[in-house]
């Protein structure tokens, strides 16, 4: 496009010329009826130029606004430039580069035309040469060194020097036939460069085509892995993909203990022999007709037997994962005495947790009824039972400051301190007993004998097992 610009440019510029000398003395009234024409044709062809770069700035404008930009602005005087910095989405650059690769791309698709040539036996001597040279590498690996250095000199340097040194054309040299070609004497050629196909050109609208084609192919093999391949290894068949898993599994086990008996020289020349050779017009044909007669009865056939294989050998555990979850419920002292219920809590609200430090409420829900399983589960019992062990969820959390009840209801209170209207660990006080120097040195404490020392809070535990819920069947 820059370039078919550029000749809208140099042909305006000539019609700006004609105008001029068209009005000097001696120009006929048709010339100067026809620069005019062709001014005002200039103009609209430039106008429609015009609105179509505004157009895409509107464009270019708009996506900015919806697609984020990625990077981040840094001080000019601590910016460090980036050499794998790339530019954000630019509707400029991205026309730009695509024409640049499209010209540019048709050595690619040149060597896939040749590959497919090779590998479909069009010139017979070309595919045996390839089969021969493969063979050679396959049997002798050391060779594989080489390969580079030869593709060099024979498909680089040689055709560059006959493309400066071409053969005569045939019957215009009598001792052609007992000379041959002779690489004597000067260059006759210019040297071969390979330059990109200009805009709008064959070569530019057929790289084009190809890459159309190429972006279809792509496309329609990618849908062909998703359809065939993931859903064998993403466990939506998990009786499917757990067998693909175990014949993984053993074949890793095998490949580990065998790989070194195995003779690999013979399978890659097997591996290298066999897409050509079924690539072969006659046993396409044959594979063809073969599939046709039995092919698809030996399919349902193995695919009969690996189901029944499946079914009766590979058991799934159906029973869901349990986990016991717990929740605390919190009562608090009243003004007249009496203990009122409050709130069901996940934590326990014990008298040195950081919420009760900080002077936070406990957090939680008013009813029992509207405690709910953690996401991804479900209740696996009807019901809340009530942890009778309230001494072990006591010292697993290494709780201090409060007084157990290990039997009745299983309630563990605050211990309201001696010297202010706190709770928290007892303090004790100088000098004291050494009887009493122990009771009051433990974090918690038993039976009736701190009854007057309460504090203003009590809780205890109750838990349920929820089972992990199964995820709805995706269409």
Not at 131 to 150: E, N, S, V
Not at 334 to 341: D, K, Q, R, V, Y
Not at 392 to 417: A, F, L, N
């Amino acid at each position: 496009m820059d370039d078919f610009s550029t000749e809208l440019d140099d042909s305006a510029q000539g019609a700006t010329d004609a105008k001029g000398t068209s009005q000097q003395p001696g120009k006929q009234p048709d010339e100067q009826q026809q620069l005019k024409g062709q001014k005002r044709g200039w103009a609209g062809l430039s106008a429609l130029r015009d609105k179509t770069s505004i157009q895409d700035r509107l464009v270019e404008r708009l996506l900015q606004q919806v697609i984020p930009v990625d990077g981040s602005v840094q001080d000019n005087n601590e910016a460090v430039p980036n050499p794998f910095e790339r530019p954000n989405f630019n509707l400029t650059i991205m026309s730009n580069n695509f024409r640049r690769f499209n010209s540019r791309i048709g050595v690619v698709f040149r060597f896939q035309d040749k590959v497919e040539a090779l590998l479909s036996w069009q010139t017979t001597s070309h595919t045996v040469s390839y089969l021969a040279i493969a063979t050679f590498i396959c049997l002798d690996p050391y060779l594989l060194a080489a390969l580079p250095i030869a593709f060099l000199i024979f498909g680089v340097l040689i055709p560059g020097f006959v493309a400066r040194h071409p053969a005569p054309p045939k019957g215009t040299l009598s001792s052609e036939q007992s000379i041959g070609y002779s690489p004597a004497g000067p260059p006759l050629a210019p040297a071969a460069t390979p330059r990109p196909a200009k805009e709008l050109s064959m070569d530019f609208i057929r790289n084009a085509r190809d890459l159309q084609n190429q972006m279809g192919d792509f496309s329609n093999g990618y849908d062909k892995v998703v359809e065939l391949l993931v859903p064998v290894a993403n466990f939506s068949n998990e009786a499917l993909s757990s067998t693909v898993f175990l014949f993984a599994f053993l074949g890793g086990i095998v490949m580990m203990l065998a790989a070194h008996m195995l003779p690999w020289r013979l399978i890659f020349l097997v591996a290298t022999w066999a897409p050509v050779v079924l690539c072969h017009p006659a046993v396409t044909k044959l594979l063809h007709h073969a599939r046709q007669e039995q092919g698809k009865a030996q399919e349902t056939l193995a695919r009969t037997w690996l189901d029944n294989w499946i079914a009766d050998d590979v058991i799934l555990d159906s029973a869901p994962e349990t986990r016991e979850v717990e929740i605390f419920e919190l009562e608090r002292k009243s003004a007249t005495g009496e203990w009122e219920p409050w709130v069901f809590s996940p934590n326990p609200y014990d008298p040195l947790s950081q919420a009760r430090i900080i002077g936070d409420r406990p957090k939680g829900t008013r009813f029992f009824e509207d405690v709910m399983p953690p996401n991804a589960w479900e209740w696996s019992e009807k019901k809340w039972a009530l942890d009778l062990w309230s001494r072990e969820w006591v010292e697993e959390r290494i709780i201090t400051g409060v007084e157990v009840e290990t039997e009745g209801e299983r309630w563990v209170y605050d211990i309201w301190s001696d010297k202010g209207d706190r709770t928290g660990v007892i303090d004790t006080p100088e000098p004291v007993k050494s009887t009493e120097m122990a009771m009051r040195q433990t974090s918690w404490e038993e039976g009736e004998d701190a009854m007057q020392r309460r504090g203003d809070w009590r809780r205890r535990r109750w838990v349920r097992l929820v089972k992990r819920k199964a995820a709805p069947e995706s269409l």
